[in-house]
């Protein structure tokens, strides 16, 4: 069964310090992951798309790795700001000829706190 | 260049009417999708939408139900509404389609059902 999922579901953090979010997938066909950032009650936002022979990808203090052989990623941010504050997605791409689909995570609730 | 703009932005209906949601997507993208977030559900795909055609169709019941025009705009339509329904419904366009290309998402549009 093709899932992803992400770990912690939520984090709290200082503003000013540094963050890694975990995202384990079971996708097959391989195609993409993205990383997703969402505000409360706004449309995601793109922060980073790598496809399979990519495993870092930087999106300003956004860092997103992929490991294609354990099928994990991981999203680091550094320096965290107050805006950091969102829900984080990680998004696996699927894509086997005509069935072409993104299988979404739940997410990770991030708060950065003054 | 615009992004993708959905209307309205909040709407209240009650139980047993009907929704039209409208999605505009960016310029050139012929892909749109749908999506229905609810708290704790985490992104719901509804259908993908590719040159007037749906391409990807999720597991939602047939009250849900899409178009797309051949100036690519979309519009989502939803009958007989229960209270459940209550939701984000998000929109997304990218230029050929949903796994291949990096999605861009509208701001969404709330619906409350009483």
């Known amino acids: 069964k093709n899932q992803v999922e992400q770990s912690p579901q939520s984090l709290i953090i200082l503003e000013g310090k540094n963050c890694t979010l975990q995202?384990?997938?079971?996708?097959?066909?391989?195609?993409?992951l993205r990383w997703y950032k969402q505000d409360t009650g706004r449309g995601p936002v793109s922060l980073t798309i790598?496809?399979?022979s990519e495993n870092t990808k930087s999106n300003g203090r956004y860092t997103a790795t992929l490991d294609a052989d354990t099928k994990q990623s991981s999203l680091h941010i550094t320096a965290s700001q107050l805006s950091d504050s969102a829900s984080y997605i990680c998004?696996?791409?699927?894509?086997?000829?005509?069935?072409?689909?993104?299988?979404w995570g739940l997410g990770t609730s991030l708060a950065v706190n003054p | 260049k615009a992004g993708v703009t959905q209307t309205p932005r909040y709407l209240i209906k009650t139980r047993g009417q009907q929704v039209t949601l409208s999605c505009s997507p960016i310029?050139?993208?012929?892909?749109v999708s749908w999506y229905q977030q609810t708290p704790g559900q985490g992104l719901q795909f509804l259908f993908e939408?590719?040159?007037?055609?749906?391409?990807n169709k999720g597991n939602f019941p047939g009250r849900f139900s899409g178009r797309q025009f051949s100036n690519s705009r979309s519009e989502m339509n939803v009958s007989t509404l229960e209270l459940g329904d209550s939701a984000l419904y998000l929109c997304?366009?990218?230029?050929?389609?949903?796994?291949?290309?990096?999605?861009?998402f509208g701001p969404g549009t709330r619906l409350t059902v009483l």
């Open positions: 997304a366009s990218s230029l050929w389609g949903l796994a291949d290309n990096e999605q861009f």
């Open positions: 310029s050139g993208h012929r892909s």
């Open positions: 939408y590719f040159s007037e055609t749906q391409r």
């Open positions: 995202c384990n997938y079971t996708v097959s066909p391989f195609s993409n």
């Open positions: 790598m496809t399979f």
């Open positions: 998004v696996v791409g699927s894509n086997a000829g005509n069935n072409r689909k993104l299988i």
